[in-house]
């Protein structure tokens, strides 16, 4: 999805010229959109927007996209958003000595579309499995004042607005282990049908890796560190397993440097606390 240009207000991005990816280490969607310039082999430049520093809250970010969400593709001083959206225009649109990462039939291209749009649906769901359980919500609350600051800069947008409440409440109550057992219930869900999928063949569509891994990947990645009992979903866990001897995917399932240990650490605690997410959901 492209920004329009009256709400671009960082105009120096209209100069930009090749593949711009404004990201953040840890972030779940920018890690999709890496995974495929890394797999296409397309040259990128880099502009990292540190979400743990409320970089994506300043009038320079929000003026390039008024959602303040990461990442954002600018290519050819054209701004894109939404990662599934930016994966399948880098696919389409950018020249790799690659194949293509979407089979071009209609019938798959509307298969593709219908589970890239389910995984889509879950973000909140990542969010409050990502913020529940995999960093203490003392360390990544947004404090009133950085919501203030959200609020108002950038041109209005609803669902900056409708990231603003979500972090509000976080911000008051955390992730309750109800909310907590929900997201991962709607994960099994969606990880049942990728698994009904691999019991027929080999990748989630077509005859070979697709659009498709590179999205799913991140979400069962992230589910496996919160603790989530892959093993009910064997065949979706060995293709995960089988997905991350690949490069770019290793890359980012070892994940930054200073997180990655981290989010090591704290697993660890909420272990021997027995308060990971796989407690939660037996608990039950
Ligand atoms: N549907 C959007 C979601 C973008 C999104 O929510 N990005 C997160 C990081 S994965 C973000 O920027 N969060 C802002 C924050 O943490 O305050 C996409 O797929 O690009």
Known sequence: MQIADDQIRTSEVRNWKGIHLLHFSDSSCSQKVRILLREKQIPWESHPVDLARQKHVTPWFLGINPRGVVPVLVHDGVVHVESNDILEYLDDHVPSPAEPYLPQTDHERSVARESLDLEDSLHMELRTITMGFLFPASLVAKSPKTLERYANQGAPDPKRDKEIAWWRRFAEIGI?????????EAFGGAFARLDARLAEAPWLLGDRISLLEIAWFISVHRLDLAGYPLERHPRLGAHYEMLRTR??????????????????????????????????MVAA
Not at 176 to 184: T, V, W
């Open 176 to 184: 309750p282990d109800d909310e907590g057992r929900a997201a991962a």
């Open 247 to 280: 490069p770019a995917f290793a890359a980012e399932a070892a994940g930054a440097f200073v997180t990655g240990s981290f989010i090591r650490a704290y697993r660890a605690y909420r272990r021997l606390r027995r308060t990971t997410l796989r407690d939660v």
